[in-house]
């Protein structure tokens, strides 16, 4: 059985980098070209917001509304995949969290397999 695990700073300071690792365990993120490893957040009082994504082969995807602060990289000997956000703002305070599924832009939580969640809070 997969299991995810997020981590990470629980406080980060606007305008710096946030940098968030995603451990996997029971599949390789290698392995299956069938799954996308993605990153998701869920604001206050918000729903939940695909942000981007990186396949078996290493290919990434990222949700336009970032407008190019995201970028999602991979450690294989680790099985790791993890998710920098720049410039960040309290805007971007939320739940921070990885999933693997068969679907791209995912944003319910009935499908796939997610990690339990990482609190992000953004100071100004």
């Known amino acids: 059985q997969v299991q995810l695990q997020e981590s990470g700073p629980g406080l980060v300071k606007a305008s710096q980098t946030l940098s968030l690792t995603c451990t996997v365990s029971g599949a390789s993120i290698t392995a299956n070209y069938e799954y996308y490893w993605s990153w998701i957040r869920q604001a206050p009082g918000k729903g939940l917001e695909w942000m981007g994504a990186?396949?078996?082969?290493?290919?990434?995807y990222y949700s336009p509304a970032l407008e190019n602060r995201a970028s999602i990289s991979r450690d294989t000997s680790k099985n790791q995949f993890t998710l920098q956000l720049t410039s960040v703002t309290p805007e971007d305070t939320a739940v921070y969290y990885c999933?693997?599924?068969?679907?791209?832009?995912?944003?319910?939580?009935?499908?796939?397999?997610w990690g339990q969640g990482t609190q992000v809070a953004v100071s100004s």
């Open positions: 999933a693997r599924a068969r679907v791209l832009r995912l944003t319910t939580r009935s499908v796939g397999d």
């Open positions: 990186i396949t078996y082969s290493g290919s990434t």
